[in-house]
């Protein structure tokens, strides 16, 4: 079944009863808030319609906060805030995952200082990659940054067979309108090279449960999830059973052949979708009302 194609995010609004935002790619593009996106998610706190923003940011969430109160988007036009690094972090904390339980407490961070929040204050050591019992990926240190660049640790880290824990399995997130590099594509070589990855956040539909209890939807009440990712963002809404809404205008774009904030043909979804497994229920040019 085709998914509808819409022209703002208004339409959508009034169908259902709480909303899982995206962050980087619908509200924001790591530098500023998109056009439009602040007055939605003020037209939704002025309905009572509840909000949880749900990031695969390599980050805890009060640094997300943090940023987002820099760039002008202040605390009380959203509610709870999960992140793919504050699950990290827990379950670094917690060791009670099997596969967290066997890590040693010796990381390598392949990753910028601005994500040491991931493990800082847990009991782990940051090493030298040459003593490191597992690698912490967070993502390239440079937004210029390429996988290649990173081939040489990838390789050795795999030959050595060191488990890596990734961050953020986002492939690529846009930046004042330019692909960069995320940890998930870090992970995706690290894969192809025989290394063994873990990772938390969309689209594993585990963080999801989390998501809708902080929302406290009632009885029959429905969530919506928004995301500019089909492989993540939707692909997770999909394994959760939750409807979703794909932002034309986010990492896709390029796909479809679209000049910012332009409605995409049926067409060339019809085409993006051919060559995607994840299925949105609509479509919008970008989180605009």
Not at 1 to 20: H, N, T
Not at 118 to 142: C, H, K, M, R
């Amino acid at each position: 079944m085709s998914p509808e194609i819409l022209k703002d995010f208004a339409a959508l609004a009034g169908r259902y009863d709480g909303f899982v935002l995206d962050l980087w790619g619908v509200i924001h593009d790591g530098i500023k808030p998109y056009p439009g996106a602040v007055e939605t998610l003020a037209k939704l706190r002025e309905a009572d319609k509840p909000t949880v923003l749900l990031s695969n940011a390599p980050r805890r969430g009060a640094a997300l906060i943090e940023q987002m109160a820099s760039i002008g988007i202040e605390r009380q036009l959203y509610g709870a805030v999960m992140s793919s690094g504050e699950a990290v972090h827990l379950e670094l904390q917690a060791r009670t995952d099997p596969v967290f339980a066997k890590l040693g407490h010796r990381l390598y961070h392949l990753g910028p200082d601005r994500d040491r929040n991931v493990f800082e204050g847990l009991a782990y050591e940051a090493v030298p990659f040459e003593q490191a019992d597992f690698i912490l990926n967070t993502g390239p240190v440079s937004f210029d940054d390429s996988v290649a660049d990173y081939e040489g640790v990838l390789s050795q880290g795999a030959r050595r067979g060191l488990p890596m824990i990734c961050a953020n399995p986002d492939i690529t997130v846009i930046r004042l309108g330019v692909p960069i590099v995320c940890a998930g594509a870090l992970a995706e070589r690290y894969k192809e090279l025989g290394g063994t990855v873990t990772q938390r956040g969309k689209p594993d539909p585990a963080i999801y449960p989390a998501c809708l209890k902080a929302l406290n939807l009632k009885p029959g009440q429905k969530a919506l999830a928004v995301g500019d990712g089909l492989h993540t963002d939707i692909a997770g809404a999909n394994a959760a059973g939750i409807d979703c809404v794909l932002v034309a205008g986010g990492i896709h774009r390029a796909e479809l052949g679209l000049d910012w904030g332009a409605t995409p043909s049926s067409q060339a979804v019809s085409k993006l979708l051919a060559a995607h497994a994840a299925r949105p229920t609509a479509v919008i040019p970008t989180f605009r009302w």
